[in-house]
């Protein structure tokens, strides 16, 4: 089955400890991204990646990093959470081609910064 | 800039009626244009995407959107809304390499 994984789902953690939210797709798909959704803000884009070794930002990436080794995952990390990084987070993944293909999705993961 | 604006943050109907949800965006280049629906507790999925061509876009579930290209709209709509139909709306302009999306409208659907 096609299929965007992250894990985990839920975490609650605390201010400055290090975490990272992993995401694995299986549908060779050379892009990936992850987004954060805010209460009345949608989607906003935090960094992505065209292929392996290739990453960029996207609009609110302060406080993330990526990393992209393999093409099938994408971890997402906090080096030193905060509370106003506490948010709903979804991976995403699609192929590139002429036109801007659909993304899929992961099912989200919740964090709560405290 | 580049932005997407979605009109309505909270929508309430009954079964039955019909349903249009706005949408404007502002985007330089080509412009691909998706809505998604995010069912409670779900991840996101798509309900049509609008490439090229016949700007009548029909999408999964009795879904429909009409790009219209002189007021810079993507309004999706729907004839008549069930129940099933409770969930958040994001349209979503995208490029290359990223989607800009609204901020999303709540749809509730009463029996």
Redesign the interface.
């Known amino acids: 089955e096609a299929q965007v994984t992250q894990n985990p789902r839920y975490l609650i953690t605390v201010t400055g400890k290090k975490l990272t939210v992993t995401c694995s797709q299986n549908m060779n798909h050379e892009y990936m991204s992850w987004y954060r959704q805010d209460p009345g803000l949608g989607l906003r884009q935090i960094y992505y990646s065209m292929n392996v070794e290739v990453t960029d930002k996207g609009d609110v990436p302060e406080g993330y990093k990526v990393s992209r080794k393999e093409k099938r995952n994408f971890p997402l990390i906090l080096e030193s959470p905060s509370p106003n990084q506490t948010s709903l987070y979804f991976c995403a993944s699609s192929f590139l081609g002429q036109d801007n293909q659909p993304q899929h999705f992961g099912d989200g993961t919740r964090l709560s910064i405290l | 800039a580049q932005s ?1 604006s ?1 009109h309505n ?1 909270h929508v309430i109907l009954s079964e039955a009626a019909s349903l249009e949800l706005g949408c404007n965006y502002s985007y330089g280049g080509t412009v ?1 244009l ?1 809505w998604y629906v995010q069912y409670p507790g ?5 309900l049509l ?1 609008y ?1 090229s061509g016949d700007p009548l876009v029909k999408g999964i579930k009795g879904f429909e959107a009409e790009f219209i290209k002189s007021k810079f709209s993507f309004n999706l709509r729907k004839p008549s809304v069930q129940w099933s139909d409770t969930a958040e709306y ?1 349209c979503a302009v ?11 409208t709540r749809l509730a659907v009463h029996p």
């Open positions: 997407v979605q943050h691909n998706f779900q991840h996101l999925q798509l995407k490439f994001f995208g490029g290359y390499n990223k989607l800009i999306f609204g901020a999303g």
